[in-house]
């Protein structure tokens, strides 16, 4: 039970605190960086070090096994034309405009560093995020809970990271759309982690997501 309380806590305490930095202190986001990659390692990692028998759970998230590689590459490849794809359609109904303004406003981000930017969220952050969200938020989790409620949870949380983040950039019916996309997301993550029992399959879609939503960013910036 004390382990249960103490992920759930941890990841939903993470997650509600950069959704409200996101919304109400905007920071640059080249100073939030570092400090999400302490919390990021840090909360997972005080668990493991507290709880030495699981520890060789925590190494079985980074053996990387090929089974599911091919299956998850198309699946990237198929998320990315989904991702590319929605943008063309709904770029004359859904307003973008706002979206390379918050980004400067909010957190300093502009068409001058946005390579940098993007090179990280697709790489590094989609890694962590994996680590986080899925290793530790359902992989961890669904030993303590049900398993049920480990996919729901883990996928909700990762939501409601995003929150503070897209609050300023789209109205409330997008932001609705993109929620229960970032929620069905987290679900396929959590799946394709469960079957194939490493982070890697759910990095490797999530990097082609990220890829398509930077790729639609260059676009917004003018670079492409």
């Known amino acids: 039970m004390k382990k249960k309380l103490y992920i759930i806590l941890t990841v939903l305490i993470f997650a509600i605190a950069i959704c409200l930095i996101d919304a109400v202190i905007h920071p640059n986001y080249f100073v939030k960086i570092p400090i999400k990659i302490l919390f990021f390692l840090a909360l997972p990692l005080l668990f493991f070090f507290k709880n030495k028998g699981d520890f060789g759970d925590f190494k079985k998230l980074f053996v990387f096994r090929k089974k599911g590689l091919f299956v998850s590459l198309l699946l990237g490849i198929g998320v990315y034309s989904v991702i590319i794809g929605g943008y063309f359609v709904t770029r004359n109904i859904i307003d973008y405009s706002n979206v390379t303004t918050s980004l400067g406003d909010s957190m300093g981000i502009n068409a001058g560093n946005f390579l940098i930017v993007s090179l990280y969220i697709s790489l590094m952050n ?86 398509a939503i930077n790729t639609v960013g260059f676009i917004l910036f003018g670079i492409i």
């Open 126 to 211: 989609s890694f962590l995020e994996e680590f986080f969200f899925r290793g530790y938020g359902f992989m961890t989790l669904k030993k303590y809970s049900s398993k049920k409620a480990a996919y729901i949870f883990s996928s909700s949380v990762f939501a409601l990271y995003h929150v503070g983040m897209l609050i300023g950039m789209f109205d409330l019916g997008a932001l609705a759309l993109l929620l229960f996309g970032l929620i069905l997301g987290g679900l396929i993550f959590s799946f394709l982690n469960d079957k194939l029992d490493c982070i890697y399959p759910s990095w490797f879609v999530h990097m082609f997501a990220n890829f």
